[in-house]
């Protein structure tokens, strides 16, 4: 069998590990490029050297250099580095799985014109846990359309730069579009001081950041005498570069598209 050949952005960073170990261990697949900013201080160094292992790839900071074996880019770093990548692989035909989260439109947009150039995968969140949640606030939001307050709250490590979790955006997008409602026009992502009533309509977030929470996501549905909660809580990054693999075996036959993960999970309608 032919081992796909990936190559990992962010190769120092906590997912940039996790999917590191993965590749090592996967039989069909094998690191074939290593990608990370010029200050990081693996530059130059084995990208397995953590594992005390020795790939026989080196961290690099320069794009060709780093893509030059690769079949597919797996990119879990920031949007800017992304959106930088991401030209790079629609010149050159690299297949991109895209954790990266914290996009605005613009980023958003870029990447899907890129996608008639090249095969993506683009999703906040990889595990299979959290999609098929994904799939039970459709339901949920279906069936408590009326006389429940939906509030989104997620919590994560003290690092996490963005807010909310672009997962918790994907659980509002999803149950704004099952309420026919636009996530836009509903969303409340911050209270203070004298807010007025709680506006039935809205779908409220609040973010928790602190220690090394992994990922926890709840939405809750607040009724009158009852409260439903649906929760996902992530104990370990590992769910997340097994997902990123699975992607990139989806992937293994399309040349261009975006997909997300439940297209990869087969979760579509
Ligand atoms: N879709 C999913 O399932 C998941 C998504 N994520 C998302 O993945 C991203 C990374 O998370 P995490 O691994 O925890 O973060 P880390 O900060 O641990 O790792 C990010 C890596 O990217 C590098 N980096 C930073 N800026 C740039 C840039 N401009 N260009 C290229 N590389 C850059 C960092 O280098 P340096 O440290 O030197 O700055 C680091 O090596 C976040 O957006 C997070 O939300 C995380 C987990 C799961
Ligand atoms: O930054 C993280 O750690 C995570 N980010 C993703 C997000 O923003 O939803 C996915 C997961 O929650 C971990």
Known sequence: MNQMKIAVAGASGRMGHMLIEAIEQADDARLAGALDVAAAPGIGTDAAA????????????????????????????????????????????????????????????????????????????????????MKLLELAARNFSHGYDIEIIEAHHRHKVDAPSGTALQMGEVIAAALGRKLDDVAVYAREG?????????????????GDIVGDHTV??????????????????????????????????????????????????
């Open 194 to 210: 004298v807010t007025g009533a709680r506006d039935p309509s809205s779908i409220g977030f609040a973010a928790i950041r602190g």
């Open 220 to 269: 809750l549905f607040a009724g009158d005498g009852e409260r439903i909660e649906i929760s996902h809580k992530s104990s370990s990054r590992v769910h997340y570069a097994h997902g990123s693999l699975r992607a990139a075996r989806f992937l293994r036959d399309k040349v261009t598209g975006l997909y997300d993960m439940q297209d990869v999970l087969g979760l579509k309608n």
């Open 50 to 133: 953590f594992l005390g292992k020795t790939s026989g790839v080196l961290i690099e900071s320069d794009l060709a250099t780093s893509l030059a074996n690769a079949e597919f880019l797996i990119d879990f770093t920031r949007p800017e580095g992304t959106l930088k990548h991401l030209e790079y692989c629609a010149a050159h035909g690299v297949k991109m799985i895209i954790g990266t989260t914290g996009f605005d439109d613009a980023g958003k947009a870029a990447i899907a014109a890129a996608a008639k150039k090249t095969a993506i995968m683009f999703a906040p969140n990889m595990s299979v846990g959290v999609n098929v949640t």
